[in-house]
């Protein structure tokens, strides 16, 4: 049986989160500062507003360069040389690349996300959830869990990360400033991965600390090194500011939480910094980047959730030396594994494309068992 994306006013939208809060949502960028990086979050948060303003909830594609982007990265452009056929060979790579990132947007409809851009948050304090997404992702991959997870009562700050793993990533240091982009860095053929990998990890590593600080600042009311960037155009809002979240930004119940590459973020955050985080949850976790660490976290703030059709023998080789047995009602193992699940289980990549020729030519065919 295929998925059809819900559709509400005549728009196609992702699923609708399931707690019983209703979801805001704004982007949340910092300021160029001497001795920082430069953040980018989305952040969800419980709602005080009107759920069904259609009209006010963000596109899942922020801007076409994702869409080229996600292309890109299943047919890369080849480097351009001298040679006429080079050239050729690129400039016919790069207009594939345009069709196929229109066709993208075209045949998902580009959904919705079900959650209002820059409503007022809900007057109580809440725990923050920091989610690490994968590589060739980015802060809206994963709206559905992250929208569903804001429901139950949480905040949840999803970073796009500045280390060159995610799709693209939307640069901008002032409010007026210029948005740039930086690219996705590519490893060169028969190139070892470990060296760019560990790079990446340890600028995740302080990506998260960081964001956490932020998010400290924020619920202080310290809020001049950070803005706002409201994704819908010609829409009418109240006037946002980061001065409602003073107070309302549980800092000190923080959850880390990554998926594929995030979940190594996870892993590598809890064990490093573990103190500033009451438990991990590893969705799917690629083990490769930390498979060297010899620091381990608190094995019973750790949780993984594996995915049956992605787990191999060398990364559950390496997940075991983060095994440990529960005193659970329910769960035996810090480990569990949800059968017949793919890879991409948890982000909206299935929700979009599921039963459609253009999802079935770039993520795999549809599996009639799992859903």
């Known amino acids: 049986m295929s998925y059809s994306l819900p559709k509400t006013n005549g728009l196609f939208h992702l699923s609708c989160p399931t707690g019983k809060y209703r979801v805001g949502c704004l982007d949340i960028f910092s ?53 006429f056929i080079d050239r050729l060979k690129q400039n016919i790579s790069v207009g594939t690349v345009s069709l196929l990132s229109w066709l993208l947007r075209w045949v998902s409809g580009n959904p919705r996300i079900c959650a209002t851009e820059a409503n007022r948050p809900l007057n109580e304090r809440f ?53 740039t982009w930086l690219e996705r860095e590519e490893l060169p053929q028969g190139a070892p991965e470990g060296e760019l990998r560990a790079r990446q990890l340890d600028y995740r590593e302080k990506e998260i600390v960081q964001c956490l600080d932020s998010l400290r600042d924020i619920d202080k009311g310290d809020v001049d090194q950070h803005f706002i960037k409201l994704s819908l155009d010609g829409v009418e809002t109240e ?26 973020t996870t892993v590598r955050c809890l064990a490093n910094h573990g103190h500033q985080f ?13 498979r060297e660490d010899k620091n381990l976290p608190n094995l019973e703030k750790l949780m993984f959730v594996n995915y049956e059709r992605f787990q191999g023998e060398k990364n559950l080789t390496t997940m075991k030396k983060y095994e440990t047995e529960l005193s659970h009602e329910e769960f035996s193992s810090n480990v569990i594994t949800i059968k017949k699940a793919r890879h991409y289980a948890c982000t909206d990549i299935l929700v979009a494309f599921q039963g459609t020729r253009l999802g079935r030519l770039l993520f795999g065919a549809q599996d009639p068992e799992f859903n």
């Open 278 to 290: 009451t438990a991990g949850i590893a969705f799917d976790s690629w083990m490769f980047p930390v």
């Open 239 to 264: 006037e946002s500011n980061l001065g409602w979240f003073k107070g309302l930004i549980a800092t000190d119940k923080a959850v880390i939480c990554g998926h594929s590459m995030g979940g190594a």
């Open 127 to 179: 725990p923050v959830v920091l989610f690490s997404h994968g590589l060739i992702a980015c802060r809206t991959t994963y709206s559905t869990l992250c929208t569903d997870i804001a429901s139950q009562g949480y905040y949840v700050a999803a970073l796009e990360h500045g280390d060159s793993s995610a799709c693209v990533r939307m640069m901008l240091d002032s409010p007026d400033g210029q948005v």
């Open 31 to 83: 300021k160029t500062r001497e001795g920082k990086l430069p953040l980018l979050f989305r952040l969800y948060y419980p709602s005080a507003g009107e759920h069904n303003a259609v009209d006010r909830w963000p596109a899942w594609l922020p801007h076409s360069r994702y869409s080229e982007a996600y292309v890109s990265a299943k047919w890369p452009v080849p480097p351009c040389r001298n040679t």
